[in-house]
């Protein structure tokens, strides 16, 4: 299963250590030739959770292990690139990507595995818990036309809107809606941030909404969200992305380190292959910093300090 949203192809990069955009492909971390000192590069992705994850593993490695972390904002099919080129270190959550783990994983033989990240990741359409609970059937995809005119948008064009991120996102959303031949429109908000906002101000007044969404997301703490049963997914559904007509797998998130790194990485590869912690433990940063605002180390710190037991057995 891909995460979906995959990234789209152009590569966006920031390096959260300074301003404007770079291509990862042709530049690398501008830690990779300092002089005696150790240092780990690792890519974040643009979602709260995968920010977590980065945030912990930086805080302990700069913080306990001593190294200096670069961490640079990757879409995800240009970080893997960049991952087999050595220009990051690490990917700390990855959602699926089979025609990249076989080129660089198994022939090239340039990235490994790191191991489970411990989260298993879902996608799919919810609808708030309010609705449901006054509409009970409309969590079966089957009944959703029956309620289109609930869902109607100035952007849906007559149609029932279904709520989506960022246009650059590849999900199977579109070919859902064809091929189950429902009267719905994929409607981008035109970013993740921009797709919490619509549905916390539909939350608040209490509207209908259909949306596509994931777990683990620390916006179910704020926004009791229930899901649509699609067709139940078999292994293969979505194979072909123009004929997808299955609900989204639950699929177990993974880690990749570059291949150097994972050799020759020492403690610091270590570490983030025994990196491993539970959807729990990664809402409650992702809280933090999503709606406490809290900056990314501030909210690590503070689960740092809450959960010794959790992270020392990753030092040992």
């Known amino acids: 299963m891909r995460r979906t949203p995959l990234a789209a192809a152009a590569c966006v990069l920031v390096l959260t250590t300074g301003c404007g955009a770079a291509d990862m492909t042709k530049q690398a971390s501008p830690f990779a030739n300092a002089q005696g000192s150790k240092t780990v590069t690792l890519s974040v992705q643009s979602w709260v959770g995968a920010q977590s994850n980065v945030a912990v593993a930086q805080y302990l490695l700069e913080h306990e292990l001593g190294y200096r972390v670069d961490t640079v904002q990757v879409d995800e099919v240009p970080a893997w690139d960049a991952l087999s080129q050595g220009r990051v270190d690490a990917i700390l959550e990855d959602w699926g990507h089979p025609d990249q783990e076989k080129r660089y994983v198994q022939d090239k033989r340039t990235i490994g595995r790191g191991g489970d990240l411990g989260v298993t990741g879902h996608i799919g359409w919810f609808v708030p818990t309010y609705l ?58 035109g970013s993740e941030a921009a797709q919490i906002t619509q549905m916390k101000q539909f939350a608040k007044e209490k509207k209908p909404f259909l949306t596509y969404w994931y777990s ?39 880690k990749y380190l570059n291949a150097d790194f994972a050799k020759d990485g020492g403690r610091a590869a270590a570490f983030l292959k025994k990196f491993r912690w ?19 180390q501030e909210a690590a710190g503070k689960w740092v300090r809450a959960h010794p037991s959790v992270w020392r057995k990753w030092l040992s």
């Not at 995809?141 to 064009?157: H, I, M, P, V």
């Not at 997301?217 to 229930?226: C, D, G, N, Y």
């Not at 699609?230 to 292994?235: G, N, R, T």
């Not at 809280?287 to 809290?294: E, F, H, P, S, V």
Request: charged share 25%.
């Open 132 to 189: 449901a609970k006054q509409h009970p059937d409309i969590t079966n995809w089957k009944n959703l036309d029956k309620y289109a005119s609930l869902f109607r948008t100035a952007e849906s064009g007559g149609k029932g809107q279904l709520l989506d991120g960022s246009p650059s996102y590849v999900t199977n959303d579109k070919a859902l809606v064809k091929n189950l031949k429902l009267d719905y429109q994929v409607v981008f908000a």
């Open 216 to 254: 683990p997301q620390w916006l179910f703490e704020k926004v009791p969200m229930t899901e649509v049963k699609l067709p139940a997914y078999q292994e293969g559904c979505d194979a072909d992305a123009a004929k997808v007509a299955c609900a989204y797998p639950h699929t177990p998130l993974q």
């Open 278 to 296: 539970t959807t729990e433990d990664q809402n409650e940063v992702s809280l933090m910093i999503a709606d406490q605002k809290l900056s990314p």
